[in-house]
């Protein structure tokens, strides 16, 4: 696999009090978002040449979240501002639907995906958006991994140079790491994830938590925010600065596994008279009740529990492989 590089050179060694800072670091452009902005460092939003990434699950909202993003940057830049958002899975003619169903249309869209003709773009806009590393493409590399680090190598060294900030989407396991290779999120810049959440402990449906994992540019923050059918509610966080170890270690997994032991044990204990009224008597509400009804399902499927009878009349007991 190619190794990582963003055109980084040594200069020798100095002390670091004697170094210029460039002043693009601190001519900070923003997104007209409060909540937005403080994501990406002090409340001022991008520096020039930054490389981001987002991950998150297929379905959470990212491409909702990017164009409201490039639309507020277009709208409340003080300088006019030039944004791109390239796509590899999903034409612009999907892309101009949704924009027009969340309101914004002064997001430019492409769907080009090729290493070296994104990497030329740098030139012309202040952001481009890469949806996503894995669908980029590059003539003679072979392997994903290959092509990734191609692309971090090349987009990244020329969106430094001709000061464009990068944000590349990238796609998200079920342990919540973002998937390809880990020194992508290393030569980031800054590196969001978005999670779920749950929606009883923020008494809300359809929130997620926006973490900013990394920041080289300001400090990370972590907020949730909720989808409505215009898209995120940026304007008004649900909650901000969140117990991150908590939401992470909360993970759906972890709900359904202590679920799936509440309902073995319950199953366990009525000894073969277990029904579906007791679903109701141990979740407590009809949402958890289709969860608990579901497990039952997936627990005969392997065997864990037998069913005897059917519909409302049907009981369940202990199998073979759960005693």
């Given at each position: 696999?190619?190794?990582?590089?963003?055109?980084?050179?040594?200069?020798?060694?100095?002390?670091?009090?004697?170094?210029?800072?460039?002043?693009?670091?601190?001519?900070?452009?923003?997104?007209?978002?409060?909540s937005i902005d403080n994501m990406f460092g002090s409340g001022g939003g991008f520096i020039k040449?930054?490389?981001?990434?987002?991950?998150?699950?297929?379905?959470?909202?990212?491409?909702?979240?990017?164009?409201?993003?490039?639309?507020?940057?277009?709208?409340?830049?003080?300088?006019?501002?030039?944004?791109?958002?390239?796509?590899?899975?999903?034409?612009?003619?999907?892309?101009?639907?949704?924009?027009?169903?969340?309101?914004?249309?002064?997001?430019?869209?492409?769907?080009?995906?090729?290493?070296?003709?994104?990497?030329?773009?740098?030139?012309?806009?202040?952001?481009?958006?890469?949806?996503?590393?894995?669908?980029?493409?590059?003539?003679?590399?072979?392997?994903?991994?290959?092509?990734?680090?191609?692309?971090?190598?090349?987009?990244?060294?020329?969106?430094?140079?001709?000061?464009?900030?990068?944000?590349?989407?990238?796609?998200?396991?079920?342990?919540?790491?973002?998937?390809?290779?880990?020194?992508?999120?290393?030569?980031?810049?800054?590196?969001?994830?978005?999670?779920?959440?749950?929606?009883?402990?923020?008494?809300?449906?359809?929130?997620?938590?926006?973490?900013?994992?990394?920041?080289?540019?300001?400090?990370?923050?972590?907020?949730?925010?909720?989808?409505?059918?215009?898209?995120?509610?940026?304007?008004?966080?649900?909650?901000?600065?969140?117990?991150?170890?908590?939401?992470?270690?909360?993970?759906?997994?972890?709900?359904?596994?202590?679920?799936?032991?509440?309902?073995?044990?319950?199953?366990?204990?009525?000894?073969?008279?277990?029904?579906?009224?007791?679903?109701?008597?141990?979740?407590?509400?009809?949402?958890?009740?289709?969860?608990?009804?579901?497990?039952?399902?997936?627990?005969?499927?392997?065997?864990?529990?037998?069913?005897?009878?059917?519909?409302?009349?049907?009981?369940y007991k202990m199998g073979k492989k759960q005693k």
């Amino acid at each position: 696999m190619i190794g990582m590089s963003l055109g980084i050179k040594s200069k020798g060694a100095v002390s670091l009090g004697s170094v210029d800072i460039p002043d693009k670091y601190f001519q900070r452009f923003g997104t007209g978002i409060p909540s937005i902005d403080n994501m990406f460092g002090s409340g001022g939003g991008f520096i020039k040449g930054q490389i981001i990434t987002i991950s998150a699950m297929r379905g959470a909202g990212k491409t909702t979240a990017l164009l409201q993003i490039l639309n507020g940057v277009v709208e409340n830049s003080d300088s006019e501002k030039s944004c791109l958002y390239l796509s590899g899975e999903e034409a612009v003619e999907q892309l101009a639907f949704t924009a027009k169903r969340i309101n914004t249309p002064n997001v430019m869209a492409d769907n080009i995906t090729d290493v070296d003709e994104i990497s030329k773009l740098t030139k012309d806009y202040d952001i481009i958006v890469m949806d996503s590393m894995n669908s980029l493409t590059s003539e003679g590399k072979q392997s994903r991994l290959a092509i990734e680090s191609y692309a971090m190598n090349t987009i990244g060294k020329n969106a430094k140079n001709n000061d464009c900030v990068v944000i590349f989407v990238l796609h998200q396991t079920k342990s919540g790491n973002s998937s390809g290779a880990s020194s992508i999120d290393h030569s980031a810049d800054t590196c969001i994830k978005i999670f779920n959440v749950d929606s009883e402990e923020y008494g809300e449906l359809n929130c997620k938590a926006f973490c900013v994992d990394k920041n080289r540019f300001g400090q990370t923050k972590d907020s949730v925010f909720r989808m409505t059918k215009k898209g995120w509610d940026f304007t008004d966080p649900i909650k901000e600065d969140i117990d991150r170890d908590k939401s992470k270690s909360e993970t759906r997994s972890d709900r359904k596994q202590i679920e799936l032991d509440i309902l073995i044990e319950a199953i366990k204990a009525k000894r073969g008279k277990f029904n579906l009224q007791n679903i109701s008597e141990i979740s407590g509400d009809m949402k958890i009740c289709e969860r608990f009804n579901r497990h039952l399902n997936s627990l005969v499927k392997v065997g864990s529990i037998k069913k005897i009878g059917r519909g409302q009349d049907a009981r369940y007991k202990m199998g073979k492989k759960q005693k």
